[in-house]
């Protein structure tokens, strides 16, 4: 009875130590660094002479490089996280996010979003890149040649 009952406890703690294993988060592989996804050289090609940044930040499930533009002081992030796409896009799209098809099948922009900022999104395996701005009539191309310079490296 003894022999029946210490089996029957390690097969149950087996059992939670497969069933745990498995509930590990996406978050626990190691997410590429947004600081390394573009050069400064690169970036100041495309948005001008950077006065600040990189800054990488880590907050939540979302790991951000922030860089301040010197003509205006504006800024510019470039963000990696996880999570569901179709909730990205519920969440940041806007009324009418519109395609990038040459990023992605499921990449999009929102030129307004919250009436502040550019916001590209795109999709690579588990992880999302996505590039801010504040709007403008330039934004939106230069996010998307941010995200075509960093996508190839994430």
Not at 18 to 36: G, M, N, R, Y
Not at 75 to 87: P, V
Not at 125 to 137: A, E, M, N, T
Not at 149 to 154: G, Q, V
Request: hydrophobic share 40%; proline share 8%.
């Amino acid at each position: 009875m003894r022999n029946t009952l210490t089996w029957s406890w390690l097969g149950l703690l087996f059992g939670m130590i497969i069933l745990l294993d498995s509930l590990t988060p996406l978050a626990a592989f190691p997410v590429p660094d947004p600081c390394k996804l573009i050069t400064v050289a690169e970036l100041e090609q495309i948005v001008g002479k950077l006065k600040e940044g990189p800054k990488p930040i880590k907050e939540g499930g979302q790991i951000s490089c922030d860089y301040t533009v010197a003509k205006d002081s504006s800024w510019l992030d470039i963000t990696l996280h996880g999570g569901n796409f179709e909730q990205v896009k519920k969440s940041f799209g806007g009324k009418n996010p519109a395609p990038v098809p040459e990023l992605g099948k499921d990449a999009f922009v929102n030129s307004n979003h919250e009436d502040f900022s550019a916001e590209l999104f795109v999709k690579k395996g588990d992880v999302v890149l996505r590039v801010s701005l504040p709007k403008g009539p330039a934004a939106v191309e230069k996010i998307k040649q941010i995200a075509k310079k960093a996508l190839p490296r994430l």
